[in-house]
T-cell receptor, first 114, second 113 residues
Framework: GAGVSQSPRYKVAKRGQDVALRCDPI?????LFWYQQALGQGPEFLTY????????KSGLPSDRFFAERPEGSVSTLKIQRTQQEDSAVYLCASSLSEPGNTIYFGEGSWLTVV | DQQVKQNSPSLSVQEGRISILNCDYTNSMFDYFLWYKKYPAEGPTFLISISSIKDKNEDGRFTVFLNKSAKHLSLHIVPSQPGDSAVYFCAASADTGFQKLVFGTGTRLLVSP
């Protein structure tokens, strides 16, 4: 596709439910990022992949958060046993090989935990 | 600890005038700075960037100024247009091998006709 594609766009989860958020990066983009944006805040870094290798996961808030990119293309962010504080927009971004290339963001997956 | 700060949550400007959005940072390791623009229900869109070896970068109506000694950067939009109305995020990264962006909280710009 032309841009970074994320699904679902909107997800309402009951507290304790597991969710999976999908990201299709721009074709050929080696680098893939996940960010979390809470209401009224700027995006915050969660994790970074170079191809299939997860090189930095320092931003993942707890061990309930898990990300993978098994074939170096599509990525999935999984949140287990969701809690209300997980409610946020989850943004995926991709770029050509780092550093210095423009990072392109998707439209985000809006997660509401009730 | 907020490493990138945008102290003005909102800014209103008339069409045709200059918009100046400000950003301060605290981490002296940051060496690359970016501005992103975000419309409602969309992801952030890259606008303009500047490396720490420069103090100014210009792209059409958009100019970014960097003052390293003050740890301050600003985005100037001249002339402002109603379509520029959006939330603007300042972001910074250090040389860690990849762009691990640290964002500010954003400034909502409203350009009125």
């Amino acid at each position: 596709g032309a841009g970074v594609s994320q699904s679902p766009r909107y997800k309402v989860a009951k507290r304790g439910q597991d969710v999976a958020l999908r990201c299709d990066p721009i074709s050929g983009h080696v680098s893939l990022f996940w960010y979390q944006q809470a209401l009224g805040q700027g995006p915050e870094f969660l994790t970074y992949f170079q191809n299939e290798a997860q090189l930095d996961k320092s931003g993942l808030p707890s061990d309930r958060f898990f990300a993978e990119r098994p074939e170096g293309s599509v990525s999935t962010l999984k949140i287990q046993r969701t809690q209300q504080e997980d409610s946020a927009v989850y943004l995926c971004a991709s770029s050509l090989s780092e550093p210095g290339n423009t990072i392109y963001f998707g439209e985000g997956s809006w997660l509401t935990v009730v | 600890d907020q490493q990138v700060k945008q102290n003005s949550p909102s800014l209103s400007v008339q069409e045709g005038r200059i918009s100046i959005l400000n950003c301060d940072y605290t981490n002296s390791m940051f060496d690359y700075f970016l501005w992103y623009k975000k419309y409602p229900a969309e992801g952030p869109t890259f606008l303009i960037s500047i490396s720490s070896i420069k103090d100014k970068n210009e792209d059409g109506r958009f100019t970014v100024f960097l003052n390293k000694s003050a740890k301050h950067l600003s985005l100037h939009i001249v002339p402002s247009q109603p379509g520029d109305s959006a939330v603007y995020f300042c972001a910074a990264s250090a040389d860690t091998g990849f762009q691990k962006l640290v964002f500010g909280t954003g400034t909502r710009l409203l350009v009125s006709p």
